[in-house]
């Protein structure tokens, strides 16, 4: 996913953006990976009382309309498979309520606090 991803689900379409700044922040340490946005939501943390409806249905809006939108992230430590961080949940209902079946995923692989180098 070095360029920018469009992602299908009937007529329409989800522009991930290139996100220089997350793509060049610890390269060596990143995985790419497809999940569906339930998946997402349940290493992500997901509790309903921590989600703006309001933020939700702007990105929905901003996705129907063709605007890029950033991929989502998690940092998972390497030994445990434990989420550390993660960011992108608003991203992953709005693309789920518009019937997105799978979205890009940055992993950032962590060990100790420290990234790891896995490429």
Same mark, same amino acid.
């Given at each position: 996913?070095?360029?920018? $991803? %469009?992602?299908?689900?009937? *007529?329409?379409?989800? $522009?991930?953006?290139? *996100?220089?700044? !997350?793509?060049? @922040?610890?390269?060596?340490?990143?995985?790419?990976? !497809?999940? %569906?946005? %339930?998946? @997402? !939501?349940?290493?992500?943390? &997901? *509790?309903?009382?921590?989600?703006?409806?309001?933020?939700?249905?702007?990105? +929905?809006?901003? #996705?129907?309309?063709?605007? /890029?939108? /950033?991929?989502? @992230?998690?940092?998972?430590?390497?030994? %445990?498979?434990?989420?550390?961080?993660?960011?992108? $949940?608003?991203?992953? #209902?709005?693309?789920? /309520?518009?019937? #997105?079946?799978? !979205?890009?995923? #940055?992993? &950032?692989? +962590? $060990? +100790?606090?420290?990234?790891?180098?896995?490429?």
């Amino acid at each position: 996913m070095s360029r920018a $991803r %469009t992602i299908l689900a009937g *007529a329409l379409k989800v $522009r991930w953006a290139k *996100a220089p700044h !997350l793509r060049k @922040f610890h390269p060596e340490a990143q995985v790419e990976v !497809l999940m %569906t946005p %339930t998946e @997402f !939501l349940g290493k992500a943390h &997901y *509790a309903p009382s921590l989600i703006s409806r309001k933020s939700v249905e702007r990105l +929905k809006d901003e #996705i129907e309309r063709g605007k /890029e939108i /950033e991929p989502v @992230f998690l940092d998972i430590d390497i030994d %445990t498979g434990k989420i550390l961080n993660h960011e992108g $949940r608003h991203r992953a #209902i709005a693309l789920k /309520e518009l019937g #997105i079946r799978e !979205l890009p995923v #940055i992993q &950032y692989m +962590k $060990r +100790k606090g420290e990234f790891v180098k896995v490429k």
